[in-house]
Structures are given as C-alpha cells and as structure tokens.
C-alpha cells in the first residue's frame, strides 16, 4: 500500500532517547515541514497491511525548531506504542500533514501567569511551549511573564526533561520548575517535592501567589488527575475558561 500522500508524508527517525523501559523520546525530520503552535499535537502513523495505524501525540519541540519531538509511554496492550517502541534511528513512519489542536497558552485573557500542570508524558506540550518562550524571550519582551510548570510522576527517572526544565529556570527568572514524586519509598535519592500532583498543586498556587484573577492553568496528562485538579482550582477561586484541559485518553466506564 502506497502512502497516502495527500494526507500523510515520511519521516526519518534522527534521534531517541530512552529514559525508562516504558518511556522514550524521538525526533523525526519529515520531508516538508510541518506547521504547528506550541501546545499542539501531531498524529503519527506506521503501515499494519493495507491499513495506518495512527494516533494523536502532542509535539515537545518548538515550531521554531527544524525537527519534531515527540515523548512516549509504552502501552503493552495499546495499538500503536509497541510498534513505535520497535523503531530506531534510521527508521521511517507517518505523519500527518496538519497538526491540531487548542490547548495553546492563553495570548487573550491578559493574564500574565500560567501556571502549567502535567503527569509524565503530559509535560510535551509544555516543553514545546516553555522552548519557543525562551526562543522569544531573548528580546527581552517578557519582562510580565511568568510560566510554572508542575510535573509529577512516581519516580524521578520518569522525568524525562527535568534536567533541561531545570536549567531552564535557573537562566530565565520568569520560569519555575517543580518536579513532585508520589513513591517517594521507590526513589530513596529524591530530595525534591513529594506528594501526588493534587497534594501538592494548591500549596504552590498559594506560595507562589498564583492569583486566580491574573493566573491561566493548563492541565495535562491522567484524566483523573485533570478532573481532580480542576476541582481544587475552581475552589481555588479559579474560573472554568481559565483551565484549560488536555486529556490523553478517556476512561472506559463500567469496566468496559
């Protein structure tokens, strides 16, 4: 089966990383490039017989950037991850030619915090967007800004841009970091934040005087996580259009 080409084209695998045996990292360079904002997702695909098996991942990379990033977590019994998982450098899959999306960093409301929130791989489209900030930024047009990006996962292995985050935030004044892990028992040498994300989320609204009048928040990753999150935030003082969702899977209901 030929790819169809007119709504999907090549891409070359030109680097992964592997952060765990269930998480990695790829970059691809497709042969026309993609157009996207920060915060969007792309969907990939591989050829299974006559039929693409694709789906929808959001893009960690910055639109400013030549090649395309995406973080994954290996689903054993999933459709796609186990066949992306199999892939190396030097392989090919499929991308669509239009990338979607809304979850993209309020430019509307006037606010001047955001306050970004994620499990695990939901970090991507914060990385995409903390990336084309800091590109942006070194013409000193952020003096107002201010982004805090909240991460947990369960261990500290899981992230996978702690050390690029961090650095980050340690050179520009108008980002903040905070990694939490919930198994602190599994990771004896985390010194950091402790606490599942809703434990911790609305301590640092509060100490970091994230005011609900002047404060967007974008929520990504574990549909639970996301709808309890949410919960805090409108108690918080937070109005719904101003948290703004991302949810990577819808639970089955009923067991189903």
């Known amino acids: 089966m030929a790819v169809p080409a007119e709504k999907h084209q090549q891409a070359k695998i030109t680097e992964r990383k592997d952060y765990a045996r269930d998480l990695w990292s790829i970059r691809i360079l497709p042969g ?9 997702y792309a969907t990939l695909g591989v050829l299974e017989g006559e039929q693409v098996v694709e789906r929808a991942y959001s893009i960690c990379s910055s639109p400013l950037e030549d090649e395309i990033e995406f973080f994954f977590e290996l689903v054993p019994q999933g ?4 066949r992306l998982y199999q ?6 899959l499929m991308i669509r030619r239009q990338a979607k999306g809304l979850f993209l960093l309020d430019g509307k409301s006037g606010h001047t915090q955001h306050f970004l929130v994620s499990t695990v791989t939901g970090v991507a489209p914060f990385v995409s967007m903390v990336r084309t900030l800091v590109r942006e930024s ?4 952020f003096s107002n800004l201010r982004v805090v990006v909240l991460q947990a996962a369960s261990r500290s292995w899981e992230f996978a841009y702690r050390e690029e985050l961090e650095a980050l935030s340690r050179q520009h004044p108008w980002l903040t970091y905070i990694p939490t892990v919930s198994r602190p028992w599994e990771d004896v040498g985390w010194k950091g934040e402790v606490g599942r994300i809703e434990d911790v989320l609305r301590k ?3 100490t970091l005087g994230l ?13 639970q996580m996301i709808e309890n ?15 703004r969702e991302e ?3 819808v639970p089955k209901k009923d067991g189903k």
């Open 138 to 141: 070194r013409n000193g047009h």
């Open 87 to 92: 892939l190396q450098v030097g392989d090919t």
């Open 204 to 206: 640092y609204v509060d």
């Open 211 to 223: 005011d609900p009048a002047n404060t967007t928040a974008y929520l990504c990753g574990h549909p």
């Open 247 to 249: 949810v990577y899977w």
């Open 79 to 82: 459709e796609l991850t186990p």
């Open 229 to 243: 999150s949410k919960g805090i935030l409108q108690r918080r003082g937070f109005a719904k259009e101003f948290i």
């Open 32 to 40: 026309e490039r993609l157009a996207f904002k920060p915060g969007q």
